[in-house]
Every structure is written in C-alpha cells, then in structure tokens.
C-alpha cells in the first residue's frame, strides 16, 4: 500500500478576483511547511427534558489560515491582497474561487477537483526581518462543484465531469 505524498493535494486560489475570462489560478504554499483545510464541524451535544442526549449536526465552516504569505510583486495574488489589506477591502472585493484538486495517480490525465466560493481576508501585514508578509486567510462560501481538471504546462483547465465519468 502506498500513500499520497502532501504535494498530491493542491490548492489553488482564482487571482482575478471574479474578472471575466479565464481564471488566473494561482497555487498556495510556496513558503509553507502545513497549510491544511480546517473542517471546523459545526456540532453540538444537548440533553433533551427526558434526559436523552441527542447530537445537532449543523455542518461545516471550512476555512484556511496560510499563515506564510511573503510579498512577492511577481506573483499573481500579490496586488489583490496587497490592495486588500492597504485599503481594507471588504464584500464582493474579497470574494473569489477556491480550486481544490488531489493528484491520486500522476500519470493520468485528470484528476478529482473541487471548486468553491470563498472571501479571502487579509489577518495582518509587515512581519519580520524575513520579508514583508501579508498573511491572509480563507473562508469557504458555498456553491461548492465535484470536477475534474487537467494539468498540463502548469496550466489547469475545469471540466465539470467527474474523474471516472
């Protein structure tokens, strides 16, 4: 049995920021070590006047902290969260997509992705003598799709068929 190494889970935000065309997709993790999706269950245990417990499931409210973000004018997130922060953005200016895909066998040619609505956040900017850092963190929005996506060259391209279809 063999496992998944962590580069087979790729997160990739949409740099447009909801611009027409085609997405600029942009892949987190560069500086980071741990950059996971926190799940964040919504559940609550409650005693009933019967004295049963009984268990609310309410869902998710996932999310992603990227704690390492370093200013990079090259990169093509950078004038987004960059104007995010400096002029403290807020609403439809920090919605985007979240594309989300697991490489589970790297000599297909698709893999299982998914793609979400999101507010992306900018939590500070400046840090330490490392460089100029804008860390940000991502809140996940709904409108969530089961896709495909075929890399090649570096480039993604959607397809809303499933791996398997």
């Known amino acids: 049995m063999s496992k998944l190494t962590r580069g087979a889970y790729r997160t ?11 997405p600029k997709w942009w892949r987190l ?39 390492t973000y370093y200013a990079d004018p090259t990169d093509p997130i950078y004038p987004k969260l960059r104007d995010m922060a400096m002029n403290r953005l807020k ?15 790297t000599v297909a040619a698709k893999h299982r992705a998914w793609k979400e609505d999101v507010v ?10 490392s460089g100029f850092q804008i860390p940000f963190s991502i809140h996940f929005d709904g409108n969530r799709k089961e896709g495909s996506v075929t890399i090649a060259d570096g480039a ?4 809303d068929a499933k791996v398997g279809e």
């Open 156 to 159: 993604l391209t959607w397809d």
């Open 91 to 105: 609403g439809d200016d920090c919605r985007t997509t979240i594309l989300e895909v697991i490489v589970e066998d």
């Open 12 to 22: 990739f935000l949409d740099a447009a920021f909801g611009g027409t065309g085609t």
């Open 29 to 67: 993790g560069k500086y980071t070590d741990d950059l996971s999706v926190n799940l964040n269950p919504d559940v609550s245990s409650n005693k009933n006047v019967w004295d049963e417990s009984y268990v609310e499931d309410n869902g998710y409210e996932p999310s992603i902290e990227s704690t």
């Open 120 to 129: 992306v956040k900018p939590e500070e900017y400046g840090g330490n003598t």
